[in-house]
């Protein structure tokens, strides 16, 4: 779920198996329905029991994945991709490309997350900078 964007047709078939589990009914008996998926998948802080939506959890995780490339410039990993799939730009604006690995084209809906709520920085009052903007050396 880190690396790859997950169809949205399996997160709602996993999403349904796990309603189904706790829902669910067989011939002899059916379970209670204590609350809505809506309001079970809220956090526990705020009286949810967690459960998590797995297409918005497959995203954030591969936010996180460019949120390393931006953080960890220098590892292999990042070289590699940077060399393949964006050699003379940053990452925030790199494009998917004609022949794009699935991979990449993954990395790129998490980079979207981040760039659509990526907000200015000042710093010492003489400069300021948006995480938008930021290269990749």
Not at 2 to 25: E, Q, V, Y
Not at 78 to 94: E, M, Q, S, W
Request: contains cysteine; proline residues 3%; aromatic residues 14%.
């Amino acid at each position: 779920m880190s690396c790859f964007l997950m169809p949205s047709s399996l997160c709602k078939a996993i999403n349904a198996d796990l309603a189904r589990f706790w829902w669910g009914h067989n011939e002899e008996k059916n379970k209670i329905h204590w609350l809505s998926w809506d309001k079970l998948s809220f956090s526990k802080a705020v009286g949810g029991i967690g459960f998590r939506d797995l297409s918005i959890f497959n995203k954030a995780l591969l936010a996180k994945q460019c949120w390393r490339i931006l953080k960890n410039p220098e590892a292999l990993w990042v070289k590699i991709l940077k060399a393949r799939y964006f050699p003379f730009t940053g990452l925030f604006d790199a494009k998917k490309g004609v022949r794009a690995s699935w991979a990449w084209s993954s990395l790129l809906a998490g980079r979207d997350i981040i760039k659509s709520r990526a907000r200015w920085q000042i710093g010492n009052g003489n400069s300021f900078h948006s995480l938008a903007s930021m290269p990749l050396n």
